[in-house]
């Protein structure tokens, strides 16, 4: 493909969305050349995703930004289940998991969104298209790229070529049509009204996420910060939809919570329909789906942005080895075994809540209600039912792992503070930098294959230890306790934090992976 039109990138990001930035702020942070096509000329005005979690923001903060979008959200605000009058019958607060954050946030998507195409700026190697869709893409006869067919809002078309696609275009993806993936699954009968509003005069508890299980008409009723709120309605039968998003129909249905019309300002109100979906594959040669794009979940545990975020730290990392000649091209298959799993279990744990919070069936809806009111007083009890409902960890038992697999294998690894050799008290991802690296407790087991690759170490001191070069301090005590209880004196680190492999004391890890080649590079950027 040549001629003066043709533009030549590593890789492609087509979308804007948060998986689409964010995999444009983690390529960035590499150096390759990249770009990304966005229909779009703005962020899309629509808070959508309306909560995440500390994994996530863990990801966010290996770009540099997660304080500063931490800044627009609301931590740590508990959940109630309610019943028709608005009695609790189960709360709770999402216990912490390590990584070094707090393990819920609410947020207002449109705000987030624009931090996060700001952070895109920082990086000269990312060119963003906005105003451009790809209308077209093939797999080059050489299989050695993509050729995209983009056209821009003056109608004027570009060609581009890149080594790899990434496919992050939402759930109506024209790309995954174009691959010919089927997209499997189901579409709920019920459609809901989605509700936007500006908080003008605070109520009591405005703050609290609500799942209203009312078998006469469930509701969500979730805070969310730069002072706007949001309520979630299921579409009955013999309802008028239309009638059910004009605003007196709106100030009729949060009437029944005490909201009078002074207290909100209706900002939007949209109908969609909960999907269940994924793609028959994440991978087509050089073209991989992620997000909607590859997966849609319903909304009840706030996890379809989030697994989007994931799935572009998953295979981001992994481009860039590639693409650096690190790692084999083989590397690219395991996105999709690493996370296509995850996210079926995260799905399969957001219908149960789901069916939990919708139920209609008034015996049925008695029934829980007394019966988690009951466990309520237990001490522990309720954190725990709702931890192990909620959203599971994201732990590979397949994938890019050395074999055998131990305890350890394919976990990541906490992330608490740790004091550097410099004596300053960081997160534990500040000092691994996003590479690979050997994790050692004491004793001391040499590992000369991975000394001879060139993989650099750290040594994991007790608290109450002086900083030292080549070693962090375990000031919150969860590192060596972590180690202990998976068995492991020695891991190597993913660059994702993910342990690739892991052995006891005197023990030798398993080799690298075949045609590891690790090149000198620079730490990946990082503020916090």
Known sequence: MNGADDDAYDVAVIGFGPTGVTAANLLGGTGLRVVVVEREADVYSRARAISTDEEVIRIWQRIGLAERLKLDMLAERPLDFVDARGRTFLSACPAPRGHGHPPQMFLYQPALEQVLREGVDRYPNVEVLLRHECLRLRQSAD?????????????????????????????????????????????????????????????????????????????????????????????????????????????????????????????????????????????????????DAA???????????????????????????????????????????????????????????????????????????????????????????????????????????????????????????????????????????????????SPLTPQPAWERAGVPALTVLPAGSRPAEGAVVDSDGVLLPWLAGHRATTLALRPDAYVYAAAPAGARLPPPPAGFAPVSRPAAVSAQ
């Open 295 to 441: 997966h849609a979940m319903p909304p009840w545990i706030g996890q379809g942005m989030a697994a989007g975020v994931r799935d572009a730290a998953n295979l981001c990392w992994k481009l860039a080895a590639v693409l650096r000649g690190e790692l084999p091209e083989s590397l690219l298959d395991s996105y999709e075994a690493e996370r296509k799993p995850h996210v079926k279990e995260v799905t399969r744990r957001a219908v149960f809540v789901g069916r939990l919070i919708t139920e209609r069936r008034l015996p049925v809806a008695r029934a829980r209600n007394g019966v988690l009111r009951a466990i309520s007083p237990v001490p522990g009890l309720t954190s725990r039912l709702v931890d192990s409902n909620w959203i599971p960890v994201a732990s590979y038992a397949k994938g890019f792992q050395a074999r055998p697999r131990t305890r350890a294998s394919g976990h990541q690894i906490p992330q608490p503070r740790v004091i550097g050799p410099d004596g300053e008290r960081v997160r534990l991802d500040d000092v691994l930098a996003g590479r690979w690296l050997l994790l050692h407790a």
């Open 143 to 291: 299989g050695e790229g993509v050729e995209l067919t983009v056209v821009g809002a003056d109608d004027a078309v570009r060609r581009l070529r890149a080594k790899y696609v990434i496919a992050a275009d939402g759930g109506s993806s024209l790309t995954r049509a174009q691959l010919n993936v089927g997209y499997e699954g189901r579409t709920y009968e019920d459609r809901w009204v989605v509700i936007d509003t500006e908080m003008l005069k605070p109520w009591p508890d405005h703050d609290r996420l609500r799942f209203r299980c009312d078998p006469a008409r469930p509701a969500v009723d979730c805070p969310t910060p730069l002072g706007h709120h949001r309520w979630e309605f299921p579409i009955l039968p013999g309802d008028d939809e239309k009638h059910l998003t004009t605003d007196d129909a709106i100030h009729a249905m949060v009437s029944r919570y005490g909201i009078g019309r002074d207290q909100i300002k209706i900002l939007r109100a949209t109908v969609y329909s909960h999907h269940v979906r994924f793609a028959a594959r994440f991978r087509v040669g050089r073209v991989f789906l992620a997000g």
